[in-house]
């Protein structure tokens, strides 16, 4: 591009070629012929409109330039400019107008911000990125956030591509938001609608990026499309909607990791809160499209890390989870990096391998942990999702001996088959899988389990499912995330199996697996019947709001109990007094079901004296 600018200067009849730098990154062009101004035929030197010079003019420069779907309808564009580098003299320059001119129409107008709408679905690692999103949206002058999508002037839609069933959601979702916005004005003279002008729909997320041609060709009901490491480009994106254009960004990133950007919340009075600790995923699973919808594995410094979570603390916040496609692999190597010999074990659960090796490694997963639990006694953690290779015995340790780190681990199975893990590309057996729970249990031993299960992966028998069968009941999970498999484009399994299972069979199998969930499950709850449990209170029970409360336990069960005055152990000489949202309380567990758990509330106390009072009468236990 810069030689064929350079022909550009170079021209005879090119006096004077002017570049103006705008907030939006553009520029604008001045021919002048050598010939004088009085021989131009004057209908050769018309001037445009403001519409039409930024249209004719407004160029974008930006990191994805190629990626941009200009609409110039009758007017040039930049590579109209460089093929005709070598017009002559003799050929009019009709439709430019002066410099002063172009200056004056590109500084009266002022962008004028609007309302935002957004609707996130998928993961938990969706509802951080939205919270990023909103920050940096507020930043560029769009603070206000509203409830209902017919008064908004911006919509945001963060969607997920792992499965079928959760795009098909948004596809419906998107067609209310096109009526929304062919039907303006209409809605508007109904009363259906306040929003200033039609609204601007943008696309986020991984099917942003997996799905990005389709999206913007569907018939012009998409504005916007923006991939899960392009979203501070949005403003810009936005922008240039108004001048005709379409946007998409959907490049991934070796490096992005938001990890400047304070997110804003989207639950404001919440006590638990979601912190990206790491982005991607180098596992490349033969499902799995993640790897390619989010790229690969970067982490955040931890010092960025503590830094929002004090923030949070600050705020109120009692529990933070970590978030992360594959948090337990978490490798900060922006301070001391050390090269890993060829071969070397990067610290993985025993009997599992890894397909990805890593070249540099820094703190981990477990020095996270202990940075934080540390920093910040009195506040309770918890991550997801890990991947079972990442848990080194220093990680469970870091689990068992830090009181506010909770004692449950999401340990995705996916199936319980040797060979179908294999085909899945998972790096492990049946059997190391086994071995791993077993250390677990034996190292935390009250530790909660749950885990993720696929049914019909390609080429399942009936006794490769009925392997997952066995596998859920000799594991006992406290929860399950059970599916039926569904193909995905651009992953291994769609370029080298065939989904050879029916949609019959396969929703067969997912029922008998909820199935054998179900009777396993709940010898999970009813062990904690007699127990004595720290619950952080959340809120009124919605089933019963008036008059009871409830909360999570350590293992992650929800748990509810009665809303009566209580004595604070860390405050004795005051008086009782209801329990709020934020406080721990101490409860005694009375009756389960495969659910949830019900219980007497004891007292209002802190995280770290009820884990000493815990200790303490264990020490008792011994010596008596």
């Known amino acids: 591009?810069?030689?064929?600018?350079?022909?550009?200067?170079?021209?005879?009849?090119?006096?004077?070629?002017?570049?103006?730098?705008?907030?939006?990154?553009?520029?604008?062009?001045?021919?002048?012929?050598?010939?004088?101004?009085?021989?131009?035929?004057?209908?050769?030197?018309?001037?445009?409109?403001?519409?039409?010079?930024?249209?004719?003019?407004?160029?974008?420069?930006?990191?994805?330039?190629?990626?941009?779907?200009?609409?110039?309808p009758d007017g040039p564009g930049l590579h109209h400019f460089i093929a005709q580098s070598s017009l002559t003299a003799s050929q009019p320059l009709a439709d430019l107008a002066p410099a002063s001119e172009v200056s004056s129409?590109?500084?009266?107008?002022?962008?004028?911000?609007?309302?935002?709408?957004?609707?996130?679905?998928?993961?938990?690692?969706?509802?951080?990125?939205?919270?990023?999103?909103?920050?940096?949206?507020?930043?560029?002058?769009?603070?206000?956030?509203?409830?209902?999508?017919?008064?908004?002037?911006?919509?945001?839609?963060?969607?997920?591509?792992?499965?079928?069933?959760?795009?098909?959601?948004?596809?419906?979702?998107?067609?209310?938001?096109?009526?929304?916005?062919?039907?303006?004005?209409?809605n508007v003279a109904t009363g259906r609608s306040q929003s200033k002008h039609p609204p601007k729909i943008v696309v986020l997320g991984c099917m942003a990026e997996r799905l990005k041609d389709k999206i913007l060709d569907a018939d012009k009901m998409v504005d916007v499309v923006c991939g899960p490491d392009a979203y501070r480009d949005l403003p810009r994106?936005?922008?240039?909607?108004?001048?005709?254009?379409?946007?998409?960004?959907?490049?991934?990133?070796?490096?992005?990791?938001?990890?400047?950007?304070?997110?804003?919340?989207?639950?404001?009075?919440?006590?638990?809160?979601?912190?990206?600790?790491?982005?991607?995923?180098?596992?490349?699973?033969?499902?799995?499209i993640v790897p390619f919808t989010r790229g690969r594995e970067r982490s955040r410094p931890v010092e960025s890390i503590v830094k929002e979570v004090d923030e949070l603390w600050k705020e109120g916040v009692k529990e933070v989870t970590l978030l992360g496609q594959n948090v337990n692999s978490y490798n900060d190597t922006s301070g001391i990096e050390k090269e890993v010999e060829p071969g070397a074990n990067w610290?993985?659960?025993?009997?599992?391998?890894?397909?990805?090796?890593?070249?540099?490694?820094?703190?981990?997963?477990?020095?996270?942990?202990?940075?934080?639990?540390l920093e910040f006694p009195e506040m309770r953690f918890r991550y997801t999702s890990p991947h079972p290779k990442d848990f080194p015995d220093e990680l469970l340790y870091i689990m068992r001996d830090r009181p506010n780190v909770c004692k449950y681990i999401h340990l995705p199975a996916q199936t319980g088959n040797s060979a179908v893990l294999e085909r899945m590309r998972r790096g492990y057996t049946r059997e190391a899988y086994l071995d791993l729970v077993q250390k677990i249990r034996q190292i935390i031993p009250d530790?909660?389990?749950?885990?993720?299960?696929?049914?019909?992966?390609?080429?399942?028998?009936?006794?490769?499912?009925?392997?997952?069968l066995t596998l859920m009941q000799a594991v006992g999970y406290d929860m399950a995330y059970m599916f039926a498999y569904s193909m995905r484009e651009r992953t291994h399994a769609h370029r080298n199996y065939v989904d050879d299972v029916s949609e019959e069979v396969k929703q067969r199998r997912l029922t008998e697996l909820i199935e054998a969930f179900r009777e396993s499950t709940?010898?999970?709850?009813?062990?904690?019947?007699?127990?004595?449990?720290?619950?952080?209170?959340?809120?009124?029970?919605?089933?019963?709001?008036?008059?009871?409360?409830?909360?999570?336990?350590?293992?992650?069960?929800?748990?509810?109990?009665?809303?009566?005055?209580?004595?604070?152990?860390?405050?004795?000489?005051?008086?009782?007094?209801?329990?709020?949202?934020?406080?721990?309380?101490?409860?005694?567990?009375?009756?389960?079901?495969?659910?949830?758990?019900?219980?007497?509330?004891?007292?209002?106390?802190?995280?770290?004296?009820?884990f000493y009072n815990v200790d303490k009468e264990a020490v008792a236990c011994a010596r008596s």
């Open 1 to 72: 591009m810069a030689s064929s600018l350079s022909s550009i200067l170079n021209q005879p009849q090119c006096a004077l070629l002017r570049f103006r730098i705008q907030k939006r990154c553009c520029f604008s062009l001045r021919c002048l012929s050598s010939y004088p101004e009085t021989s131009l035929d004057p209908r050769c030197a018309r001037r445009l409109t403001t519409r039409q010079l930024k249209r004719s003019f407004s160029l974008n420069l930006s990191r994805n330039f190629s990626h941009s779907s200009l609409v110039l």
């Open 447 to 468: 530790v909660g389990l749950s885990s993720d299960f696929i049914c019909g992966f390609c080429g399942e028998t009936e006794e490769e499912h009925a392997d997952t």
């Open 237 to 288: 994106l936005l922008e240039e909607v108004d001048y005709g254009q379409k946007g998409i960004n959907t490049l991934l990133s070796l490096e992005e990791t938001y990890a400047d950007i304070s997110p804003v919340r989207i639950s404001k009075n919440s006590v638990t809160a979601f912190v990206s600790v790491m982005r991607g995923c180098n596992n490349m699973c033969s499902f799995c």
């Open 522 to 610: 709940g010898q999970c709850y009813d062990s904690q019947v007699g127990t004595v449990q720290l619950v952080l209170v959340e809120g009124p029970n919605k089933k019963a709001p008036d008059t009871e409360l409830v909360g999570k336990s350590d293992r992650g069960h929800r748990v509810a109990f009665v809303n009566r005055p209580l004595l604070d152990r860390d405050n004795v000489i005051s008086d009782k007094r209801n329990p709020v949202a934020g406080d721990y309380v101490e409860v005694q567990i009375l009756r389960s079901t495969r659910a949830s758990l019900f219980g007497e509330a004891l007292a209002v106390t802190k995280l770290s004296t009820f």
């Open 105 to 186: 129409a590109t500084g009266s107008e002022v962008h004028s911000q609007g309302r935002i709408y957004q609707e996130t679905y998928g993961c938990q690692m969706n509802v951080n990125d939205m919270e990023i999103v909103l920050s940096i949206m507020k930043n560029a002058g769009y603070s206000e956030v509203i409830n209902v999508p017919e008064n908004a002037e911006v919509i945001f839609i963060n969607t997920c591509a792992i499965r079928d069933y959760a795009e098909h959601k948004v596809w419906q979702r998107l067609n209310y938001f096109w009526f929304l916005k062919r039907e303006w004005k209409k």
């Open 347 to 373: 610290r993985l659960s025993e009997g599992f391998n890894s397909m990805c090796k890593v070249k540099k490694m820094g703190l981990r997963f477990a020095d996270l942990l202990d940075r934080l639990s």
